[in-house]
């Protein structure tokens, strides 16, 4: 991978950030409140200050290229891209500080998760709260991820060690998984030092596959071709705690930690007979428990396609598809953007 760098525009560390796909922008986010819009060519082009309060999120909309969503504490901003001077409108409903926001396919629903375990949808068309997820997370909900292809369904996770799947058209919880006890072997007290808070959660683009960034070090990987979620297999991803994870393609995943360190994986390689490594009930018995820790390893290491040792711990990751359409070139490529505890944002190329 070779890297290039961001510079000149936040004055503290980087938290979030998101690529436009269709004019190859990026929008980051800082703890010093500022928002910042770079070119293509990593030139900064527009900024947005609001002082005294953190940019934890940051999304482009894909049908309006210039349209950006933004949390700054318990507020998310809309704001226009040409003209930063104001919000173009503000959504207040959320009493605690938001941790990330997510858009549905359809750009119709924006949902914000926050302090306060709860998750607010809101509809984009009228502008105001759709539904208020709230009473099954019992700690800081941290994020939030709408499923594809199902139209009222929504997952989120927290530090509860809760993955929840809603419905938030009614809205109720439809199942809930909880990382200790899947992640956690028979007599195995690490959770107490590493629990798997979850961080982040990824889907491929077809829906079928899901990643948990966890801050035990390990990424879960699970099912989604059926209704529910249904738990795969576990990467023994890093030396510290997942704080990102993003599918490339339906079997690319990229993971990066406060181990900094970014690895890229090959999905496929991982047997198909591991389907249901893991049950609903966990196993009492120390040899089963030894054998599917045996496995997973198995699986990362045949997983596992190159790891890259960043400079810093990695706060969010942001990944921008380009075509190389040169008689030479190798086909598609990709910019991976790396947000970490330095004011500056990595460029790393990944084929």
Same mark, same amino acid.
């Given at each position: 991978?070779?890297?290039?760098?961001?510079?000149?525009?936040?004055?503290?560390?980087?938290?979030?950030?998101?690529?436009?796909?269709?004019?190859?922008?990026?929008?980051?986010?800082?703890?010093?409140?500022?928002?910042?819009?770079?070119?293509?060519?990593?030139?900064?082009?527009?900024?947005?200050?609001?002082?005294?309060?953190?940019?934890?999120?940051?999304?482009?909309?894909?049908?309006?290229?210039?349209?950006?969503?933004?949390?700054?504490?318990?507020?998310?901003?809309?704001?226009? @891209?040409?003209? %930063?001077?104001? &919000?173009?409108?503000?959504?207040? *409903?959320?009493?605690?500080?938001? #941790?990330?926001? /997510? !858009?549905?396919?359809?750009?119709?629903?924006?949902?914000?998760?926050?302090?306060?375990?709860?998750?607010?949808?809101?509809?984009?068309?009228?502008?105001?709260?759709?539904?208020?997820?709230?009473?099954?997370?019992?700690?800081?909900?941290?994020?939030?991820?709408?499923?594809?292809?199902?139209?009222?369904?929504?997952?989120?996770?927290?530090?509860?060690?809760?993955?929840?799947?809603?419905?938030?058209?009614?809205?109720?919880?439809?199942?809930?998984?909880?990382?200790?006890?899947?992640?956690?072997?028979?007599?195995?007290? @690490?959770?107490? %030092?590493?629990? &798997?808070?979850?961080?982040?959660? *990824?889907?491929?683009?077809?829906? #079928?596959?899901? /990643? !948990?960034?966890?801050?035990?070090?390990?990424?879960?990987?699970?099912?989604?071709?059926?209704?529910?979620?249904?738990?795969?297999?576990?990467?023994?991803?890093?030396?510290?705690?997942?704080?990102?994870?993003?599918?490339?393609?339906?079997?690319?995943?990229?993971?990066?930690?406060?181990?900094?360190?970014?690895?890229?994986?090959?999905?496929?390689?991982?047997?198909?007979?591991?389907?249901?490594?893991?049950?609903?009930?966990?196993?009492?018995?120390?040899?089963?428990?030894?054998?599917?820790?045996?496995?997973?390893?198995?699986?990362?290491?045949?997983?596992?396609?190159?790891?890259?040792?960043?400079?810093?711990?990695?706060?969010?990751?942001?990944?921008?598809?380009?075509?190389?359409?040169?008689?030479?070139?190798?086909?598609?490529?990709?910019?991976?953007?790396?947000?970490?505890?330095?004011?500056?944002?990595?460029?790393?190329?990944?084929?």
């Amino acid at each position: 991978m070779t890297t290039t760098k961001l510079s000149g525009g936040h004055t503290a560390s980087v938290l979030t950030l998101c690529a436009q796909t269709k004019t190859n922008q990026l929008v980051s986010g800082g703890e010093d409140g500022t928002l910042c819009v770079w070119s293509d060519d990593g030139r900064l082009a527009a900024k947005f200050n609001k002082p005294g309060v953190e940019c934890t999120s940051v999304l482009f909309s894909k049908e309006k290229p210039n349209l950006i969503y933004a949390s700054f504490g318990e507020e998310i901003l809309g704001l226009d @891209s040409l003209r %930063l001077t104001e &919000p173009v409108f503000v959504f207040k *409903s959320n009493q605690d500080e938001v #941790n990330q926001i /997510a !858009l549905d396919p359809k750009e119709e629903f924006l949902a914000a998760c926050d302090d306060g375990c709860e998750i607010k949808i809101y509809g984009l068309l009228d502008r105001k709260v759709f539904k208020t997820l709230r009473y099954q997370h019992t700690n800081i909900c941290s994020t939030t991820l709408f499923r594809p292809n199902r139209k009222w369904e929504i997952f989120s996770g927290g530090l509860d060690c809760r993955f929840v799947h809603w419905d938030f058209s009614k809205p109720k919880c439809l199942r809930q998984l909880n990382m200790q006890e899947i992640q956690t072997a028979s007599g195995d007290e @690490s959770y107490m %030092l590493n629990p &798997p808070f979850i961080h982040h959660i *990824s889907s491929s683009p077809d829906g #079928n596959s899901y /990643a !948990l960034a966890l801050e035990n070090g390990k990424v879960p990987i699970l099912d989604g071709k059926g209704k529910y979620l249904q738990p795969q297999y576990t990467l023994n991803a890093h030396g510290q705690g997942v704080s990102q994870v993003h599918f490339l393609s339906e079997s690319t995943l990229i993971s990066a930690g406060n181990d900094c360190v970014v690895t890229q994986w090959d999905l496929s390689k991982a047997e198909c007979s591991q389907h249901g490594l893991f049950d609903d009930h966990i196993s009492t018995d120390s040899s089963e428990s030894n054998h599917k820790d045996e496995k997973c390893q198995a699986i990362t290491q045949a997983c596992k396609v190159h790891s890259y040792q960043h400079p810093s711990k990695i706060n969010w990751l942001a990944v921008d598809r380009i075509e190389d359409n040169s008689s030479t070139g190798n086909g598609n490529t990709c910019r991976l953007f790396v947000a970490d505890q330095t004011t500056d944002i990595s460029v790393l190329n990944v084929t």
